[in-house]
């Protein structure tokens, strides 16, 4: 563990996080791993997600084996045997990576399907049980302030002080517009649809047991396994200029869905036929800024750099931001040296996780079987080639001292 200058000088700092999602939940967990006190401020009334899978890569699980609570999401989750992607219409497999135990042996920890209310309450636990009444809910924070020597959260008339704040609140963060108000999300032209299914309603229509990518001309659609295989995950992302809301809640119809792939596999259909809702929003995502900090205030996950979900790499990047950021405040006694530190180690390395899930959503959408050709003839050609090009951002581990 790096040096921690609160056990080294017997006090306690507090940070005050604006968003209790997962990325402000995980970094409460890690700055009190590194000796901090967190005090985390929620604008809904209760902790919660709406339906819907998240995938968390042996990258992100780093953190939480760094944290205890590795086994509790294992539990809680879906170990997929393999990332593959096959053609939406005909269901032909263009490649298949092995994951299951093989992602333990290259990447040192597992690859996990979980559901977001799950996930959400392992890290609430976890918090009430280390930092009891840390997690304030009904709190709408609607700036922030600082001096010199404190930060604080403003909450209507109302201001809740610490050493700093940090800007966890998603993509329409306050701490965010109040810092960098010129900088603005990019709608990506995607919206996506998502629905949970539970599988004794599908019939025979089971997706596989992988994280499969369905490709196919100006939409893909992506399906996996939840809560020990109870449940099936679909998220499908279509290339629109007519839907921009960027919402958890908002709702399209069955109707729509079905349109939308049309003439697709029938584990496609027949997952959008069964689901009880329809849920669909706008992806947008945004360039790191330059500075993710502004004194004693600063930034992380979706607050700092929203990303599309081509990379499934979200919810994991502010994982990874929670770690890296407590762990150079507990280097650095002086906050604006440790979120210099932090921005510095964690800027390059989104950047690269953005731009690829850029490059995803034109590789999933090709037009054509020949476009996609030569990726699967150098898959067949070399078994390894997938798992190789993933080594760089599975294989990373954020909680060794000295790592980006």
């Known amino acids: 563990m790096a040096s921690n200058n609160n056990l080294m000088t017997g006090v306690v700092r507090t940070a005050i996080i604006t968003g209790g999602g997962i990325g402000g939940l995980t970094a409460a967990l890690c700055l009190h791993h590194f000796g901090w006190h967190a005090r985390i401020l929620e604008r809904a009334d209760t902790l919660e997600e709406v339906g819907a899978g998240i995938q968390i890569s042996p990258n992100g699980m780093r953190v939480f084996q760094a944290l205890g609570l590795a086994e509790k999401v294992v539990v809680a989750g879906f170990l997929p045997q393999a990332a593959e992607m096959c053609d939406g219409q005909t269901g032909e497999i263009m490649f298949s990576t092995p994951l299951g135990s093989a992602a333990t042996h290259r990447w040192g920890a597992p690859y996990v399907h979980i559901h977001r209310a799950d996930l959400l309450a392992i890290l609430a636990d976890a918090v009430a049980e280390r930092m009891p009444e840390a997690i304030q809910t009904s709190v709408t924070v609607t700036g922030y302030g600082q001096n010199k020597n404190r930060a604080w959260a403003v909450t209507g008339n109302d201001k809740v002080h610490g050493d700093i704040v940090i800007g966890a609140d998603g993509i ?34 089971t997706p596989p047991p992988n994280a499969t990518v369905w490709t196919g001309k100006g939409r893909h659609a992506v399906t996996y396994l939840l809560r020990g295989g109870r449940l099936a995950n679909l998220v499908g992302v279509v290339e629109c200029s007519d839907w921009t809301e960027e919402s958890w809640s908002a709702r399209g119809t069955q109707a729509q869905a079905l349109d939308d792939f049309a003439g697709w596999d029938p584990i496609i259909t027949r997952m959008t036929e069964q689901a009880d809702a329809h849920y669909r929003w706008a992806i947008f995502d945004r360039r790191p800024p330059p500075a993710w900090h502004d004194g004693r ?75 996609r050709g030569p990726l699967r003839m150098a898959s067949r050609a070399a078994p390894s080639f997938t798992a190789r090009q993933l080594d760089w951002l599975y294989g990373h581990d954020v909680t060794k001292v000295g790592a980006a």
Not at 176 to 205: C, I, N, Y
Not at 350 to 367: G, M, P, Y
Request: charged letters at 25%; glycine letters at 4%.
């Open 297 to 371: 205030a600063v930034l992380l996950g979706d607050a700092c750099h929203p990303m599309s979900p081509f990379m499934a790499q979200g919810a994991v990047m502010a994982v990874e931001d929670g770690y890296i950021l407590a762990r150079m405040l507990a280097e650095n006694p002086n906050s604006d040296a440790a979120f210099t530190a932090y921005t510095r180690r964690r800027r390059d390395r989104v950047a690269r996780v953005i731009n690829t899930a850029r490059d995803n959503a034109r590789l999933f959408h090709q037009k054509s079987a020949i476009e």
């Open 172 to 205: 329409h963060s306050t701490i965010h517009a109040q810092m960098l108000s010129d900088d603005k999300a990019r709608f990506t032209g995607h919206a996506a649809w998502r629905m949970v299914v539970p599988v004794e309603r599908l019939k025979g229509r």
